[in-house]
């Protein structure tokens, strides 16, 4: 803990480290934490979960992300530790952020349920921090405008009034999330300059000018990013299964819009559609609130509507070659919602999954690494070892995460009872037996 001299000098800015806490050891809260330290914080990191707890400070990172590990195990128990108790965390903490997960109620909407907790449980721990210290606590969750003024302020304040309130919404992208952190296109944080100026002050060893506003408006930009790059993808199906019934190759009209600027290439890859943890939740959750508003948002309706689609239009396509799945043996190569992760929320391997084992298939699934993750979503399906373990006597296949490692298979697929082979990222190219692209 600093002493009052100390901490003075730091708030003056003549002090560049802080002592962060963070809430919540998910995705954000591990890469944050492990960031931070490496910039040269002193961080102690918050979950409920021992064993998250247990985990980070032996060094080892509760999820799999590339460079986590190196951090961790540089930082823990010197720059970084971990607890499960917020009054070990809070009271010396100068800043603390809120990363606590934000999932969608069963209509869609935020259930901010994690988040108020968590804020009441920080709102409990200040009240043994020292009374002439300042505090600021963070929204980092991606929470609807107006969640960190009217539900987060009232429960970390209570009855202080020198507690400051900033909300800094997370861009990273997860496979890339340490990269990302370190190396942002954008810092976003919303909140009155003396709050929004000590949360800037902790990224001042990061290349990247923060963008300063009011703590609505950056709730609000996170939002519109996610909902923008979904609709990017939702609008490359649409014209690509438009481009399949016309048999045009949607990859090259996508790679020729790509390079105009005003649209870019990214997120133009057509395919069996958006998960994860953030797009489908977040469009979701900006359609309940503006339907809360009594705005009706028609584009981000039909961005959902054609995602949810597109997994399905990969089973149409595998009946129409192999017939009737009962009783046949099905390859799904790819589990996570997208390479270089684990990460299985939203997958869209798992509406695709659900439906072939309600119509009798038996599944054969390999994945790198999201295998153990998606055992405990459906224990009944054969997790195999290898693509060529999955495909081995197979009956048709379906391909769902663009795994680098599947762009290399060729003669893994002579195994298959015949070659059906339906591609949903166009992650491999086959010139023999049935090899269909989703919208290609
Ligand atoms: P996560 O579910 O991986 O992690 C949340 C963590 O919070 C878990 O470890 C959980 O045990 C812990 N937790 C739950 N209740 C708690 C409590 N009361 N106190 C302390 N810890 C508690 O979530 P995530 O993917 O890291 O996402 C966190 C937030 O960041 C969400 O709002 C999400 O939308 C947003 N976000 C996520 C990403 C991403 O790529 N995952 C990117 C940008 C923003």
């Given at each position: 803990m600093l002493t009052a001299d100390e901490r003075d000098s730091r708030n003056r800015?003549?002090?560049?480290f802080m002592n962060v806490a963070i809430i919540g050891t998910g995705y954000v809260g591990t890469v944050t934490g492990a960031c931070f330290a490496e910039l040269g914080h002193n961080v102690v990191c918050v979950d409920i979960d021992s064993r998250k707890v247990d985990l980070i400070n032996a060094g080892i990172p509760p999820i799999h992300e590339p460079e986590l590990a190196e951090l961790l195990k540089k930082?823990?128990?010197?720059?970084l530790r971990a607890t499960v108790d917020y009054n070990d965390a809070i009271p010396s903490s100068d800043i603390a952020f809120i990363c606590v997960g934000t999932p969608s109620d069963e209509d869609g909407r935020i259930d901010l349920s994690i988040v108020r907790s968590a804020s009441e449980s920080i709102g409990d721990a200040l009240?043994?921090?020292?009374?002439d210290s300042y505090h600021v606590v963070v929204v980092k969750?991606?929470?609807?405008?107006g969640t960190t003024e009217n539900v987060v302020a009232p429960l970390v304040r209570g009855e202080r009034d020198d507690v400051g309130i900033a909300m800094n919404p997370e861009f990273l992208r997860e496979g890339k999330a340490v990269y990302d952190f370190m190396n942002p296109d954008k810092i976003v944080i919303g909140g009155d300059p003396r709050s929004a100026g000590m949360v800037a002050r902790l990224y001042e060893k990061i290349p990247c000018k923060a963008t300063l506003t009011d703590i609505r408006t950056a709730e609000m930009i996170k939002y519109a990013n996610n909902s923008f790059l979904a609709t990017k993808i939702s609008y490359a199906n649409e014209i690509g299964n438009i481009c399949k019934k016309l048999e045009i190759d949607v990859y090259e009209v996508m790679s020729a819009i790509g390079k105009d600027f005003r649209i870019?290439?990214?997120?133009?890859?057509?395919?069996?559609g958006f998960g994860g943890s953030c797009f489908p939740k977040d469009v979701k959750a900006l359609i309940g609130k503006a339907e809360e508003l009594g705005y009706d948002p028609l584009i981000l309706r039909a961005v959902v509507r054609v995602n949810e689609e597109q997994p399905m239009r990969m089973i149409e396509l595998l009946v129409k070659q192999?017939?009737?799945?009962?009783g046949r043996r099905i390859a799904i190569l790819?589990?996570?919602?997208?390479?270089?992760?684990?990460d299985i929320r939203e997958a869209r391997s798992i509406p695709v999954i659900r439906k072939l084992l309600g119509m009798g298939a038996s599944v054969a699934a390999y994945d790198p690494l999201a295998a153990e993750n998606m055992r405990t979503v459906f224990p009944d399906v054969e997790y195999c070892q290898s693509a060529a373990d999955a495909l081995s006597g197979a009956d048709g296949c379906l391909i769902m995460t663009e795994w680098?490692?599947?762009?290399?298979?060729?003669?893994?697929?002579?195994?298959?009872?015949e070659i059906v082979v339906i591609d949903g990222r166009r992650a491999v190219s086959l010139d023999r037996g049935v090899y269909e692209g989703i919208c290609w």
């Open positions: 800015g003549e002090v560049s930082h823990a128990r010197a720059g009240k043994l921090a020292d009374r969750s991606t929470v609807v405008p870019s290439e990214h997120f133009l890859n057509a395919g069996a192999i017939g009737d799945v009962r790819g589990l996570a919602f997208k390479n270089d992760t684990d680098d490692e599947f762009r290399s298979l060729d003669r893994e697929f002579d195994a298959m009872n």
